[in-house]
């Protein structure tokens, strides 16, 4: 359990509902404290892939927001939504102050586009939507095509199918707490864990 321990979901117009609302609602039955943060004024529209979802409460404007406040971050993805957020330098730096803390950030889908702009992948084992693939390879990841992928504190998925073994392996990463700061971007990975179809891990070295 994570009980009383503060995550962050940052998310711009247009992330995926889906890929906010079922880690939240793990997270949530974890015992987390969950904050929207986003640059969106007061509401901020999902997406349902190409239509329209609902809106979701603000709880953090990201002017106002501190990651120092939080324990782990959630990088949903959609196209446009971190497309937008790799745009911002205030989402940027939000983003980055995890990566330096060594503190959880889960990712999924399209979410790695802020990632790769905080310069948080070089090194690093991810996977994520396989149209990502070159960016995350270009950016100096190692990508991979598993449902679930943890490297030093960051937990990648690739599509909503991934969800529930995504926010299992998310719960416990932040349950772990941060990973020094010696695990930071731009370090070689010393060690992976890749979760398959079956549910096995696998460790990488």
């Known amino acids: 359990m994570i009980t009383g321990k503060k995550v962050a979901i940052l998310v711009a117009e247009g992330f995926e509902q889906v890929e906010m609302t079922k880690p939240r609602e793990a997270l949530d039955h974890a015992g987390a404290e969950i904050a929207i943060v986003s640059p969106a004024k007061d509401e901020v529209q999902g997406w349902h892939h190409f239509d329209k979802g609902d809106r979701f409460a603000v709880d953090v404007p990201l002017e106002e927001a501190n990651a120092d406040e939080f324990d782990a971050l959630l990088l949903p993805g959609g196209v446009a939504n971190p497309d937008q957020l790799r745009a911002m330098p205030k989402a940027v730096q939000f983003v980055k102050r995890f990566v330096d803390s060594g503190k959880p950030i889960g990712v999924i889908c399209h979410g790695p586009w802020t990632l790769i702009e905080a310069g948080a992948v070089k090194g690093r084992t991810m996977t994520s939507w396989p149209s990502l693939k070159t960016d995350l390879t270009n950016a100096g990841a190692k990508w991979v095509d598993q449902e679930v992928v943890t490297d030093r504190g960051i937990v990648s998925s690739r599509r909503p199918d991934d969800i529930p073994a995504f926010s299992r392996k998310l719960i416990e ?32 070295r």
Do not use: D, F, V
């Open 173 to 204: 990463e932040i349950g772990e707490g941060a990973h020094k700061r010696a695990g930071a971007a731009g370090q070689p990975s010393q060690r992976a864990t890749l979760m398959s179809r079956s549910g096995k891990n696998r460790a990488l």
